[in-house]
């Protein structure tokens, strides 16, 4: 009995003390639900700056011309996106990786937060889906035959959803405004319809 209430103990301790480190915006006041608000320019601006990145790696290894794309490779891209991620680089990073703010995991490119918590998931804004790397996967082959010369600097390489819950996303039936990043480093408004990854590679 003794240790089942020690552990029930624990359990709640551990439950407070996330609930205080990583608290969600409905259980803070109302003057600091801002802070963890989505703010659509400091997202694009953090995508504008993978897209830096993402450009001087191009320049290193040059794309071919648009109508001779045929992998990923002609496009100027990596193997893997997460070649930008300084981490990576303990010693000397090379030019074209960001700045050690942010990392790279599970297929996605966090942005770490100015009080210097780690929290992920909707509405912070720390994450940024590497949407470019599961082309390949996504496409038939007919389809991926054509795909880079047709797409050409217009393909998505990164997504931003943070601006919606994943119940509004599931909720909706309609195309909704997100951010992507483009090839050649744009970052702009598009329309996403929820989970529908083969439009958003195709025709968005």
């Given amino acids: 009995m003794i240790l089942v209430a020690a552990a029930a103990l624990f359990g709640v301790s551990a439950y407070v003390w996330f609930r205080w480190r990583y608290p969600s915006p409905e259980a803070l006041p109302d003057a600091e639900k801002g802070a963890l608000t989505y703010d ?30 045929r ?16 981490r990576h680089y303990p010693n000397n990073s090379p030019p074209w990786t960001v700045s050690k703010e942010f990392w790279f995991v599970n297929s996605r490119f966090y942005v770490g937060r100015s009080d210097q918590s780690q929290v992920s998931g909707f509405r912070y804004g720390t994450y940024y889906l590497l949407v470019g790397d599961g082309i390949e996967l996504s496409l038939s082959a007919p389809e991926l035959k054509d795909y880079w010369s047709q797409r050409g ?52």
Wanted: proline share 8%; net charge positive.
């Fill in 40 to 69: 659509w320019n400091a997202s694009r601006a953090n995508l504008v700056r993978i897209g830096q990145a993402l450009q001087l790696y191009r320049s290193d290894y040059p794309p071919k011309v648009v109508r001779a794309r």
């Fill in 71 to 86: 992998t990923r490779a002609d496009a100027g891209l990596p193997p893997f996106l997460e070649v930008l991620d300084a």
């Fill in 153 to 204: 600097e217009n393909v998505p390489i990164m997504l931003d959803l943070n601006m919606y819950t994943s119940a509004e996303l599931s909720g909706s039936k309609r195309p909704l405004p997100v951010l992507v990043l483009r090839l050649d480093g744009r970052a702009e408004e598009t329309q996403f319809v929820p989970y529908d990854y083969r439009d958003l590679y195709l025709n968005r």
